[in-house]
Structures are given as structure tokens and as C-alpha cells.
């Protein structure tokens, strides 16, 4: 009975001893998850229901800073601004990565530096891309408007940097970016897939859309679940690009090119209003938190299916 016992007690301490060493792997990202994720968005959520500008007292604000947001046409347009970035963003980029994917997973020549050409914007530096495309893009000085000039004789030479077409100009700019990073996601899907699917359709008489409407895409659904999801959530958080793009060497967004994340910063950061800032970030995090669980709930009505 004793020696029952003692084994107990030997096995339940090696069971300790194998929690402790997978806690201490596990503590160093929780830490840092906790001290620079949670606890931010936590206070976040505080500051939302206060009034405060980093150097007074605080003051508690109720429901104020929300009721602010319904007056505030600044918000209004950024909020606006984000939602068309997000909806021309998402599926633009999703069809290109996905192009790209198919065609660079077939047996074409010098098919890897072709790879490595639609990566590498995504690597490339933003400070430099975002300069050599306002170059292209620039109203009177790029070949772009030189074509539409010269070619095509368009007189009326668009500014790609201002009033409606800014938006266009992020669009564009932000797929042609991030494309090559889905590209390689889309190209581990497909990689994925086995042959014999394939094998069988071509045995059905199936064209090449039929096989890809049939077989390749019903296949790459998962893959498609989290590329809409990042990309969807990235879109909502966009900032540098819109600075780079659209801000100028001053910094500063017309209500054309506002989008969310940098009212929040110029709110927070140039007229430290905290509260209002906090506020808005919030409306952003629920605004992300539905447009997730309402693709999680898609996908898992699909897999149910």
C-alpha cells in the first residue's frame, strides 16, 4: 500500500515537473503578450469612459466620448474612408494572390525568380516603394499621367494624390504590396491539393475552370478563410501606408485620405485628448471583433455543411 502510494506521489511529481518546464516556455510570450497587448487594451477600454489629457485629472466622461462620435464628422469620413479601403482592398488582392498562385504553380521558366519578383514588394522597404510610386503617380512629373497624356490625350490629367482618387491610389498601391505575400500562402494551399483530384476530372472530361471551380477552389476554402480574415484585419488597422501615401513630408490627411488608426493617433498623440481617442479605438475593435466572428461563423457553417 505504501509503495502505491509512494509511485503516486513519484508521478504526480514528475507531472509537476513537466507543467513547470512547459510554463516556463510558455511564460516569456504571456508575459509580453499581457504587458504590451492586454493590459494596453484593457486601460484602452477604461480611458474610453473618461475624460483626460495626460496632465490633468481625470474625469470621469460616462458615455460623453461615445456620443461624440455620432457629431463628429472627421470620424464620419475616416470611418467611411476605411471601410472603402477595406472593400477594395480585400477582394482586389485576394483574386491577384491568387492568380499569381495558380500561374506560378505551374511549370513555367524562371518560374522562381518570378516568385521572388511578387515577394519582394512586401519586403522591399516601405519608405522607398512608397517613393518610387509617388514618383510614378506624380501629377505632372510620372509616366503615368505621361502616358494618359501622350497616348491616350487626356487633358485633364488626374491627381492620384488628392480629393477622390487618393483612395483609388491606397487601393492599388496596398495590393500590389501585399499580394506577393498571399501569393505564397495560396501556393502552400495549392500545393496541397493532391493530383489524383485533378487526374479525376481531367478522366471526367473537366475544362480548366471546371477544375478550378470544382476541385481547386472548394480545396483552398480554409486557405481562403484566413487570407480574408488577415487581410480584413489589416485593412481595419491600416496607417503607414495612408502617412506615406497621402500625408505628405507634414504628416498631415485631408478628410479624403483619413482613415481610422491615424485619427486615432493625431487624437491621442497631437491634442491628447485620451478619452476621445480611446473611444474611437474601441469602435475600431468592434468593428473588427463582428467582421471576425461573422467569418468564423461563416466558415464553420460551410465545414458543417
Known amino acids: 500500500m505504501e509503495h502505491v502510494t509512494d509511485m503516486k506521489k513519484s508521478r504526480k511529481a ?15 510570450n504571456f508575459i509580453g503578450f499581457a504587458v504590451f ?10 480611458l474610453g469612459f473618461l475624460h483626460w489629457d495626460g496632465n490633468n485629472a481625470i474625469q470621469f466622461a460616462g458615455l460623453d466620448n461615445f456620443k461624440r462620435l455620432f457629431s463628429d464628422t472627421i470620424f464620419k469620413a475616416s470611418l467611411k474612408n ?22 506560378l504553380n505551374q511549370k513555367v521558366k524562371f518560374r522562381g525568380f518570378f516568385r521572388t519578383v511578387a515577394f519582394f514588394p512586401y519586403v522591399a522597404s516601405l519608405v522607398a516603394i512608397t517613393a518610387v510610386w509617388a514618383m510614378i503617380f506624380h501629377p505632372s512629373k510620372g509616366p503615368v499621367n505621361a502616358i494618359l497624356y501622350y497616348v491616350f490625350h487626356v487633358k485633364n490629367l488626374p491627381n ?26 495560396y501556393l502552400a494551399g495549392l500545393q496541397g491539393i493532391s493530383a489524383e483530384l485533378y487526374e479525376a476530372a481531367s478522366l471526367d472530361g473537366a475544362s480548366t475552370w471546371q477544375k478550378f471551380l470544382y476541385v481547386t477552389w472548394p480545396q483552398l476554402r480554409p486557405t481562403t478563410f484566413f487570407v480574408t480574415v488577415m487581410l480584413t484585419i489589416n485593412c481595419f488597422k491600416v496607417y ?39 473611444a474611437i479605438a474601441m469602435v475600431l475593435f468592434a468593428m473588427v471583433l463582428v467582421i471576425t466572428l461573422i467569418q468564423f461563423r461563416g466558415q464553420k457553417k460551410y465545414a458543417g455543411e
Not at 476605411?82 to 500561374?103: E, F, K, N
Open 14 to 28: 514528475r507531472e509537476r515537473k513537466r507543467a513547470l518546464v512547459a510554463y516556463s516556455f510558455i511564460a516569456p
Open 37 to 46: 497587448t492586454m493590459i494596453p487594451i484593457l486601460c484602452a477600454f477604461a
Open 82 to 103: 476605411t471601410i472603402i479601403y477595406c472593400i477594395g482592398t480585400v477582394p482586389l488582392t485576394m483574386i491577384a494572390s491568387l492568380a499569381l498562385a495558380i500561374i
Open 160 to 185: 492620384w494624390f488628392g480629393g477622390s482618387l487618393i483612395m483609388v491610389t491606397l487601393v492599388l498601391f496596398s495590393v500590389w504590396k501585399y499580394m506577393g505575400y498571399y501569393m505564397v500562402i
Open 240 to 278: 503607414d501606408i495612408a502617412i506615406m501615401l497621402a500625408g505628405g513630408g507634414d504628416g498631415r490627411l485631408g478628410t479624403s485620405s483619413t482613415v481610422l488608426v491615424y485619427y486615432i493617433y493625431q487624437k491621442a498623440f497631437v491634442e491628447w485628448d485620451l478619452g476621445y481617442s480611446s
